[in-house]
Nanobody
Framework: QVQLVETGGRWVQPGGSLTLSCVVSGISLNDHAAAWYRQLPGQQRDYVISITSQGFAHYSDFAKGRFTISKDNAQNTMYLQMDDLKPEDTAVYYC?????????????????WGQGTQVTVSS
C-alpha cells in the first residue's frame, strides 16, 4: 500500500521559515517523481514545486527564490523548505508522487497523494 504522509505544517509569522516533510512508503523516490501542491478552501490545487526521480527541481513562478525542494532517497522522504513566508502562502500543502522519472505541473499526472498539512502565515 502506498502512503504519503506530510508533516511540519504550523502557524508562522510573515517572513519566517518552515520545512515540510513528506514520508513516502510503498513506492520509491528513486524511480518516482514528486511534487508539492497547495490549496485554499474552495479553490483548485495549485502547483508549487516538483523534483524528478534524478533530483532535478522545477519551480512555479511564485516559488522561485523562496522555496526549495529536496529529497533523501535513503529515507524515502521529500522536503519543502519555505523561506520569507507571506500571508498568501497560507494553504493546505500536499505532496504527490507519480510513476516515472519526469516531474509535471499537472496534478492529473500524479498517482499518489498525501492527506495534506496546514500552513498558516499571519501576524
Amino acid at each position: 500500500q502506498v502512503q504519503l504522509v506530510e508533516t511540519g505544517g504550523r502557524w508562522v509569522q510573515p517572513g519566517g521559515s518552515l520545512t515540510l516533510s513528506c514520508v513516502v512508503s510503498g513506492i520509491s523516490l528513486n524511480d518516482h517523481a514528486a511534487a508539492w501542491y497547495r490549496q485554499l478552501p474552495g479553490q483548485q490545487r495549485d502547483y508549487v514545486i516538483s523534483i524528478t526521480s534524478q533530483g532535478f527541481a522545477h519551480y512555479s513562478d511564485f516559488a522561485k527564490g523562496r522555496f526549495t525542494i529536496s529529497k533523501d532517497n535513503a529515507q524515502n522522504t521529500m522536503y519543502l523548505q519555505m523561506d520569507d513566508l507571506k500571508p498568501e502562502d497560507t494553504a493546505v500543502y500536499y505532496c504527490a508522487a507519480k510513476r516515472g522519472i519526469s516531474a509535471s505541473d499537472n496534478p492529473n499526472n500524479y498517482d499518489y497523494w498525501g492527506q495534506g498539512t496546514q500552513v498558516t502565515v499571519s501576524s
